[in-house]
């Protein structure tokens, strides 16, 4: 099969080969790729900033996978040829809290991942596909949307009239901003431009989103309090990471959430500790969710008729390209359609 295969760290070493299509084992699903989604961790992973020293090479990298399931191994009675699936990062968390050893069972690095023409899910991590969704927008859903849904809900349990603060209009971002808005949250929106805020306020059609262009306002904490009445967000989807989590808990209410989910400028801190402190703030790093929590967003996403908003859809071919978009910075997600390479 075709396959992307990343021998050493740089874009420039991710180059297209062949592979043996692999064999479902026991337990397991061969899912014929239709689509995947690009991450953040992704990028990561390429560039060796992500685990370096748990890279194995080659790796077939990108996590975030539908398809439909063209061979079973033995066992398998979760599934059948032909449904429609979708991969979940950590193949074994499925319920509860997470184990202690779960990154190492993580799709896309260090297990093999799905920028394939093929791939091996094992049937126990496999969430049936949105009916509604095309593979392409199904494939945003393992870890943009779900990291949104299990920080808001799950770990936030934000509640209608709640005021949500989400950081910039990525693929996380903009999950967290749809939920908060179909739940009967309020949003507040962060970026630096101003058309991308003027986009997500004409895609949530609410007039419960207030945008910040935080290049325009430095001082963008204190926008925040003054748009809340001086109180802050009751969550804060934090995606930047970096010194810039002092700025989230300024603008995060007294004991509110502050759910972090990225580190864009930084993976290292010099945190405050005496606001914190005065504040009460609970930060909580959240690295996606168990495959529950998938089955359940999945039921919310259709009841509540959302649909994944996707900035540009490459073919196989041209995963380079996608990848630099995706350093350049996407409205929403970047998706590589696989089927038919």
Not at 80 to 86: A, C, L, P, T, Y
Not at 170 to 198: C, M, P, Y
Not at 239 to 253: D, E, F, P, Q
Request: aromatic share 6%; proline share 7%; hydrophobic share 45%.
């Amino acid at each position: 099969m075709k396959a992307w295969l990343l021998k050493d760290f740089g874009l420039h070493n991710l180059e297209l080969g062949e592979v043996p299509t692999p064999v479902p084992q026991p337990g397991e699903l061969l899912v014929k790729v239709g689509a995947v989604s690009l991450n953040f961790r992704d990028k990561a992973i390429v560039d060796g900033i992500y685990e370096p020293a748990s890279v194995p090479k080659p790796l077939i990298p990108v996590s975030d996978v539908a398809g439909t399931i063209v061979g079973t191994g033995a066992g398998v009675t979760r599934f059948q040829v032909g449904d429609r699936v979708n991969s979940t990062l950590y193949s074994r968390w499925i319920d509860g809290p997470p184990g202690p050893n779960e990154p190492a069972y993580c799709l896309g690095m260090p297990l093999p991942g799905g920028l394939a023409e093929y791939m091996i899910i094992h049937e126990d991590s496999a969430v049936p596909a949105p009916p509604s969704m095309s593979d392409e927008e199904a494939s945003t859903l393992p870890i943009a949307a779900l990291t949104a849904w299990y920080a808001l809900m799950e770990v936030g349990h934000l509640q209608p009239g709640q005021t949500v603060l989400v950081q910039g209009t990525g693929g996380v971002s903009i999950f967290a901003a749809q939920i908060a808005i179909a739940h009967g949250a309020r949003v507040i929106l962060t970026s630096s431009k101003d058309e991308n805020l003027a986009k997500v306020k004409e895609l949530l059609a609410s007039d419960s989103v207030d945008g910040i262009n935080y290049r325009s306002h430095p001082g963008w904490e204190r926008r925040v309090l003054e748009l809340t009445d001086g109180i802050g967000a009751d969550v804060t989807i934090d995606v930047a990471g970096g010194n810039g989590i002092n700025l989230s808990v300024a603008a995060t209410k007294v004991q509110g959430v502050i759910a972090q989910v990225g580190f864009l400028t930084g993976q290292t801190t010099a945190l405050n500790l005496m606001p914190l402190i005065f504040r009460q703030t609970t930060i909580r790093g959240i690295a996606v969710a168990p495959r529950s929590s998938f089955e359940r967003m999945n039921l919310f996403l259709e009841a509540k008729k959302i649909k994944p908003v996707i900035d540009r859809v490459y073919q196989f071919d041209e995963t380079v390209q996608a990848f630099e978009h995706l350093a350049r910075g996407p409205f929403g997600k970047i998706v590589i359609k696989v089927a038919g390479a």
